[in-house]
């Protein structure tokens, strides 16, 4: 019979695919001998089950029950039993951390009679005063909860009745509702249930445990829960653990409490206590930001005891997991009990910082130091930062929950977030607190503010998960989200609509658009600061030191694609190792375009396209010169012209137009007049499939001949000059061998003919861009004629998809996305299964009929992370981006050089 019950001393922190994070570090912590209330993990097969069937394993329940009862049997008392009952929570835990993304109920157990059990329970007998609170308090979050969680109540009716109670009782503090006034508030709140749920809230235990964990695996599929998943991009199929875990409480008085601690900053990656603590209160108060805490150090004076027992504890978290660790934790009565920990989220800058720390302190390797941070970090901390120099208005100051320079209109809400993102607008959501809800509004938006929460609240916690700019807990604003304004304590109100900054390095808020200043480590990379100068940060050494490591570890090269010299320069000074891309058809704009159009316009007149590729060659050759000259021996990939040549064309309405209007006129342009005629005889219906790439050296005579002419002349002079060019020519948008072969053995004659002029030879490849599905599908031929394939994986996917990525991008792949149709669009990621299986395929054809193929990526997913991996994976030899991705791509080159050795050894 497959086991679907694991109690929490039978599991360990590797079981994470099975019992979900959160139970497997439940069960570590337990082993370890730490205070962890008891409890139980329901597997992640058991929530796949539920949802492949509609309905829970016929061995669940029997399950459930064994494990319950040994449950009962260590606390000493039965579920819900009506004096002194057992309760327990009901909490997800999926593999990887979704903080808020979905559903948890604690209190399970309570009841009309129970209530009064735990009353007596916790004062010894039942007087109504403060323990009678605590129950009663108890009592109506556990109907508030399941109300909005398992039955699926909108919680603002609930939200409403205890605004209404605390009217009543003249406060806005919940903890001055008295045992009586919640005794009122829990009928209400059952009324509540009756009414929209059409049906009484449960008194039977075992039937609202059943429904709580039923609701669970539902909430694996719930919409922000899968908006998440596809923002963090984690797999659907994994399903989530239910843990069942026996209550402790921190709203039984001022002596209890419950928080949330971080052994180092997560914000900075600075060494110390960090985090936070709220008096009389229960798990969920912390992270929802609805109360503002106090800091973590501040419980060191109202209860040393347990303040020294939980440092020592996150110490040896720390130690054990080699890492920052993120902790749940509840004091009842003072007594500290564990209630979960995890490797916790961070931010860019505290993850490289971390990294290089837990180095200097002998807990890990430099390659498990490579492997913690990511691109997409390091992309996040090139982002530009606020200039502190600049005359700007601050108008408050809140936590620094999540660093960046973001600047925006004011929202008030998810929904005119993602409308106005959608519209262009820049946006920054401002909340009290954020709720999972809001998650769709905090994707769209540039950053995020509220008055409430701290550094663990939700809004913090998911920032960081994301990367985007945060600010929390600045108490001195009035947001009213209702009339859709912000004070601040100066007087000044932002209405909906006005521009805001927040820096979520330092905390501070803005009216108006601060202006930014480029990143340190921006800087940096481009050699105007070092990593030894006296104004380098901590950070800048420790991305520094990362660099260094993955250069030392990666397999794969990494080039750039860069069109000019400054490109190519930059490129360099970025840690390019050449150039993988060079597209020719940017050096034909500007005052280059009316040659091209004399080129069209002379047809079959040879004297006339002489003369204009006559024009052209020097310009070019000057343009290679260059190019060649900055890269100083390292390899260049040459693109020959590839986009549509009505590209360089006026526009045919335009023109139309132009001629019209003088003919009206009775004017006569003989030109405007020929230029048309070629601008009809060149239009095309789908032009990106039409005249273009390799069609075009085959049909207009001499184009490519010139500019391979052009390439060897420049290589010669550079060579002649004491340089070194190393030169790759590429041939675009072959289909077909034949394609290539002709233009190959052209080129080849122009080669011979420039070497043996100048005496110079010159170090060059020819080659063709795979970007067809013909093209990787018959790679084997394709090698016999080609020296080295560069994928343009741009091309392949609109060719593979049928999409043109222009069109189709705006219209419908935000539908896609929403639907799951993509977890990501691939022009972002590569689709493995289906591009990525033609590139696999022309690899290994390509590799058979010539071993010594040189492989490379052009297009832009070889700066994409999680692409990277994949062209490590399949044996490309070089991966090639934009200048500013060339960093990303090289940690990213190493890590996957990591990964593939541990996978391997394994």
């Not at 082993?31 to 993990?41: A, E, K």
């Not at 720390?318 to 209630?339: A, N, P, Q, V």
């Not at 061998?737 to 004659?749: C, G, K």
């Not at 991008?809 to 669009?825: D, N």
């Amino acid at each position: 019979m497959p086991k679907f019950v694991y109690d929490f001393t039978e599991g360990n922190k590797d079981l994470k695919d099975l019992l979900g994070g959160k139970g497997a570090n439940l069960a570590e912590m337990t082993n370890l001998g730490l205070p962890v209330p008891p409890g139980f993990t329901i597997t992640t097969d058991a929530c796949r089950v539920y949802l492949e069937q509609g309905q829970e394993p016929p061995e669940l329940r029997e399950q459930v029950s064994e494990y319950l009862d040994a449950l009962e049997a260590k606390m000493g008392k039965k579920l819900g039993q009506a004096d002194g009952p057992l309760l327990v929570s009901v909490r997800s835990g999926a593999k990887f951390s979704m903080p808020g993304m979905m559903d948890t109920v604690l209190n399970i157990g309570l009841n009309d009679e129970s209530v009064h059990g735990l009353a007596a329970q916790a004062a010894g007998a039942e007087d109504g005063g403060e323990t009678g609170r605590f129950a009663w308090d108890s009592y109506r979050r556990l109907i508030q909860m399941f109300g909005k969680t398992v039955l699926g109540i909108d919680g603002e009716h609930f939200d409403e009745a205890l605004d209404a109670a605390k009217h009543a009782k003249g406060t806005q503090n919940d903890l001055d509702l008295g045992a009586e006034d919640l005794r009122g508030l829990v009928e209400a709140f059952k009324a509540i249930v009756e009414k929209e749920a059409g049906r009484p809230f449960p008194q039977d235990p075992r039937e609202q445990m059943d429904l709580a964990i039923r609701a669970v695996f539902e909430s694996w599929n719930g919409d922000r829960a899968k908006l998440y998943r596809r923002q963090e991009r984690i797999p659907n199929d994994l399903g989530t653990a239910v843990n069942i875990c026996s209550m402790v409480f921190g709203n039984l008085g001022m002596d209890s409490g419950t928080g949330v601690a971080f052994t180092r900053d997560p914000a900075s990656g600075q060494t110390g206590v960090y985090g936070d603590y709220l008096q009389n209160a229960q798990g969920e108060d912390v992270v929802a930001g609805i109360r503002n805490t106090m800091q973590l150090e501040e419980l060191g004076s109202l209860d040393p005891k347990s303040y020294t027992e939980l440092t020592d504890i996150m110490a040896k978290l720390e130690e054990h997991y080699r890492d920052l660790c993120d902790i749940e934790f509840t004091i009842e009565s003072g007594k500290l009990w564990m209630l979960q920990t995890r490797v916790g989220k961070r931010t860019a800058a505290a993850a490289f910082r971390i990294a290089v720390q837990l180095v200097d302190e002998g807990r890990i390797s430099s390659d498990e130091a490579v492997d913690r941070v990511t691109g997409a970090q390091l992309a996040q901390l090139m982002f530009p930062r606020f200039d502190e120099n600049a005359k700007t208005e601050r108008i408050a100051t809140g936590m620094n929950a999540s660093p960046g320079a973001a600047s925006g209109k004011a929202v008030f809400d998810s929904y005119t977030a993602v409308k106005w993102s959608r519209s262009g607008e820049k946006v920054i959501l401002i909340r009290r607190e954020t709720n999972p809800d809001d998650l769709n509004g905090m994707i769209a938006a540039q950053g995020i503010l509220t008055s409430r929460g701290g550094k663990t609240s939700h809004a913090a916690v998911v920032a960081r998960g994301m990367g985007k700019t945060c600010v929390c807990g600045a108490e001195s604003l009035d947001v009213d989200t209702k009339r859709r304004r912000m004070t601040a304590p100066g007087g000044e109100v932002v209405e909906e609509g006005d521009v805001v900054s927040i820096d979520g390095t330092s905390g501070a808020i803005y009216l108006g658009e601060v202006p930014v200043v480029a990143s340190p480590v921006v800087e940096y990379f481009e050699g105007r600061l070092g990593a030894d100068s006296p104004k380098s940060d901590d950070l800048v050494k420790a991305v520094h030191r990362i660099m260094t490591w993955s250069d030392e570890r990666r397999r794969l090269y990494v080039r750039a694609n860069a069109d000019t010299p400054e490109d190519a320069a930059r490129a360099r000074r970025f840690g390019a190792q050449g150039i993988g891309l060079c597209r020719t058809e940017h050096m034909f704009l500007g005052e280059r375009r009316a040659l091209i159009e004399r080129l069209i316009l002379a047809g079959d007149d040879d004297a006339e396209r002489q003369a204009a590729l006559g024009e052209l060659l020097p310009m070019q050759r000057d343009d290679f010169v260059a190019i060649f000259t900055a890269m100083g021996g390292l390899p260049v990939t040459v693109r020959l012209l590839d986009p549509p040549l009505h590209e360089f064309l006026p526009d045919i309405t335009e023109l139309s137009v132009r001629v019209a209007v003088a003919e009206a006129q009775g004017e006569h342009n003989e030109g405007d007049l020929r230029l048309l005629q070629a601008v009809h005889k060149m239009h095309e219906a789908n032009p990106m499939l039409g005249l273009r790439g390799v069609r075009l050296g085959l049909v207009i005579p001499g184009l490519f001949m010139m500019q391979v002419r052009a390439i060897a002349e420049a290589a010669a002079q550079v060579a002649k000059a004491g340089g070194v060019a190393r030169v790759e020519i590429m041939v675009p948008l072959v289909g077909a061998v034949q394609e290539l072969e002709i233009i190959r053995d052209e080129a080849q004659q122009v080669l011979d003919e420039v070497k043996e002029r100048t005496g110079a030879d010159v170090r060059s490849l020819i080659g063709t861009m795979i970007e067809l599905p013909r093209a990787a599908l018959t790679a084997g031929q394709i090698a016999e004629a080609a020296q080295f394939f560069s994928f343009g994986t741009n091309d392949l996917t609109q060719t593979t998809w049928g999409f043109s990525r222009d069109d189709v991008e705006g219209a419908f792949f935000s539908a896609y996305l929403e639907r799951g149709i993509f977890g990501v669009s691939p022009f972002e990621t590569l689709d493995r299964e289906g591009v990525g299986k033609l590139v696999q395929i022309a690899v290994e054809e390509g590799r058979k009929a010539r071993p010594e193929l040189k492989l490379g990526v052009c297009g832009e997913h070889g700066g994409d992370p999680d692409s990277v991996h994949f062209f490590h994976e399949v044996g490309l030899d070089y991966v090639s981006c934009s200048p500013f991705r060339v960093p990303v791509a090289r940690l990213e080159a190493a890590r996957a050089a990591i990964e593939s050795e541990a996978s391997d050894s394994r």
